[in-house]
C-alpha cells in the first residue's frame, strides 16, 4: 500500500477480507505499533490477530518485542523483525532518495535480504539467517579495507545484525 491507502482502516480491511502469505511493514515503530500515513499508527498489538496465518516483517524500531510476539499468539505463522531500534543512517543531500544514499542503501539492501527470500520460498529461519551472514561479512570487509570506516554505517549495520530476529516457525514458509 503507498500514501493514502497506508492507513489503519485500509490495512484492517484488506487483511480481513484476504488471506495473505507474507506482510510486509516498513515505517517508524515501536514495541506495540507499526506507524505508516503521517506516523499514524497502522497496526498495534491489539490486531495482531490480522496477521494470523501470514509471515510478516517489520523494518520498524522494536516491532518484535511485543506486536510480533503477540501477533504470534493470535495466530501469525512467524513475525520477523528487530527487537531494538532500526538504524539507518543517511546523509541529508539523499534524504528522499534512500536507495541513491552511499549511507543508507547497504542497510536496505541488507534488510531487503528477509524479503527477498521470503518471496523465493524460504524459510524465516534462513531469510534471517541469510540477512545476519551478510551484515557480517559486510561488517568484516568494512573493517579490513583500505577506505576509511563510515562509523554511522558501521554502527548502524552492527546493531541492526544483532536486533534483527524473529518469534513463530523458523519452518514457515510462503
Known sequence: MEDADNNSSQLRSRLSKSSYHFVFFNGHGNCDCVCGDANKEIITTAEGGLLS?????ARSCDALTTLG???VVQGCLAFIGYRTSFLLPYTNEYALTPLKDPAARPVIEISNIVPKLILKGATVQKAVESARSKS???LIKMLGSSEPLDSAVFRALYHNHDALSFEGNPNSCV
Open 69 to 71: 510476539k503477540e501477533a
Open 136 to 138: 557480517g561479512e559486510m
Open 53 to 57: 496465518r501470514s509471515i510478516s516483517y
